[in-house]
């Protein structure tokens, strides 16, 4: 079982609506990240979070260290959010240790 | 440099060339990570760089693999030998802190294909 779960795999939304995609870790974590990869490669780090909740225009990421499980939500959508989103922890105990999920890949329509 | 830079960023190499990948990190970031990403998969991890100490290579998957960054700024990862399942995206990251907390800044990756 893979150490960090994300779900859903793919999800396709129309402009405008509220979005949702979940991070589940298996492991004591120091922080978790959200990153964002549009197609070609380029990642970038969207959030990085050890707990509560960060805020940066129209995304929003929660964390819940007890329930080892995070959310990333994207507000008002729009077809340029399409991408894979990849969230990441780093191990509590070796920080050079980082660990990622599969990816969703999000697909806006207009 | 802006960002992270990574070169090549696409790379074709027949079963058992040898292939060079190189990673420009943001000027005087400390932290250097390197990462295999399969088609479909998220980024694993390869071997981390604390200047020009390599630190932690335990995500090596073979021998073949070797990663250095005698100056701790540039690194290279060479592979040696290359097979079909070496192909993949090859992703450095860096980071400002010697203790690996901060953000990571990724460069474009080097899409390596082993025919």
């Known amino acids: 079982k893979n150490e960090v779960e994300q779900s859903p795999q793919n999800l396709t939304a129309q402009e405008g609506e509220f979005i949702t995609i979940n991070c589940s870790y298996s492991?004591?974590?120091?922080?978790l990240h959200w990153l964002q990869q549009h197609p070609g490669g380029g990642i970038v780090s969207l959030f990085m979070l050890s707990s509560g909740k960060k805020k940066h225009g129209r995304l929003i990421a929660t964390i819940n260290i007890q329930e080892k499980h995070s959310s990333l939500h994207i507000t008002a959508s729009h077809p340029r959010d399409s991408a894979v989103y990849i969230c990441a922890v780093r191990h509590l105990y070796n920080n050079n240790d980082m660990r990622f999920g599969a990816g969703t890949r999000l697909t806006v329509k207009p | 440099g802006a960002g992270v830079s990574q070169s090549p960023r696409y790379k074709v190499a027949k079963r058992g060339q040898d292939v060079a990948l190189r990673c420009d990190p943001i000027s005087g970031h400390v932290s250097l990570f390197w990462y295999q990403q399969a088609l479909g998969q998220g980024p694993e991890f390869l071997t981390y760089?604390?200047?020009?100490?390599?630190?932690?290579k335990s995500g090596l998957p073979s021998d073949r693999f070797f990663a250095e960054r005698p100056e701790g700024s540039v690194s290279t990862l060479k592979i040696q030998r290359t097979q079909q399942e070496d192909s993949a995206v090859y992703l450095c990251?860096?980071?400002?802190?010697?203790?690996?907390?901060?953000?990571?800044?990724f460069g474009e990756g080097s899409r390596l294909t082993v025919l």
């Open positions: 990251a860096s980071s400002s802190r010697r203790i690996t907390t901060g953000e990571l800044f």
């Open positions: 760089f604390q200047n020009e100490a390599q630190l932690d």
């Open positions: 492991v004591g974590i120091s922080a």
